[in-house]
């Protein structure tokens, strides 16, 4: 596939349940995303991280919570959600650096908040 | 910061038939434009690019042209075939920085 994988696929969960979401790139690069995606905002940037630093974060909640341990791995912690944070979470990574910002994405994991 | 409109957000063409997606861009730092297809079920694939130091570029049945006085740039799909219908984005970014995305526009190709 694109060379980023992201777990579970499909996730349902109560308001007050804590879950997590996980993407691991195989690509060696070193800048990961977290994008949402609705009917109302088909590509939204969450939060994007470059050499395992935050360097962006668009006023997203904080019950939306990264973590990038490594430049392979992304994890989007979720935590006391609400059923409008609905929606399909993308994660991508791209070379920062390279002259070529080409974002790879995964698949995504569809999220539904019950 | 930078604004990416696209149009149409919904677009049916018959089989064989030409597509035309047309996106504007409000940064004239901006200098990469790249458009992504999402199929269902799967995340977007970039599947043709261009910069800025170029107006026009093809791959087999796909070309993008961009016009930077104006600010906007488009995708075109030849020949179109029932594989191409999909969700198109198009976006705009400067180097390395993120790119802005384009709200989408949703291709059906009718038999």
């Known amino acids: 596939e694109t060379g980023v994988t992201q777990t579970p696929r499909h996730l349902v969960m109560g308001m007050t349940n804590k879950k997590s979401l996980k993407c691991e790139q195989h690509l060696g690069h070193n800048a990961m995303y977290w994008y949402k995606q609705s009917a109302k905002k088909p590509l939204e940037l969450m939060f994007v991280y470059s050499l395992e630093e935050r360097v962006e974060n668009n006023s997203v909640p904080s019950r939306f919570s990264p973590e990038c341990p490594n430049s392979s791995h992304l994890f989007l912690h979720l935590h006391t959600l609400q059923p409008e944070d609905s929606a399909l979470y993308l994660c991508a990574s791209s070379q920062d650096g390279s002259g070529s910002p080409e974002a790879f994405f995964g698949q995504g994991t569809r999220l539904t908040v019950v | 910061g930078e604004n990416v409109e696209q149009h149409p957000s919904t677009l049916s063409v018959q089989e064989g038939d030409s597509a035309v997606i047309k996106c504007t861009y409000s940064?004239?730092?901006?200098?990469?434009f790249p458009w992504y297809k999402q199929e269902l079920g799967k995340g977007p694939q970039l599947i043709i690019d261009?910069?800025?130091?170029?107006g026009e570029k093809k791959d087999q049945r796909i070309a993008v042209t961009l016009n930077k006085t104006a600010k906007h740039f488009s995708l075109h799909i030849t020949e179109t075939q029932p594989e191409d219908s999909a969700v198109y984005f198009c976006?705009?970014?400067?180097?390395?920085?993120?790119?802005?995305f384009g709200k989408g526009t949703r291709l059906h190709i009718l038999p």
């Open positions: 976006a705009a970014g400067y180097r390395d920085d993120k790119i802005i």
């Open positions: 940064d004239s730092a901006s200098n990469y």
């Open positions: 261009i910069r800025s130091n170029v």
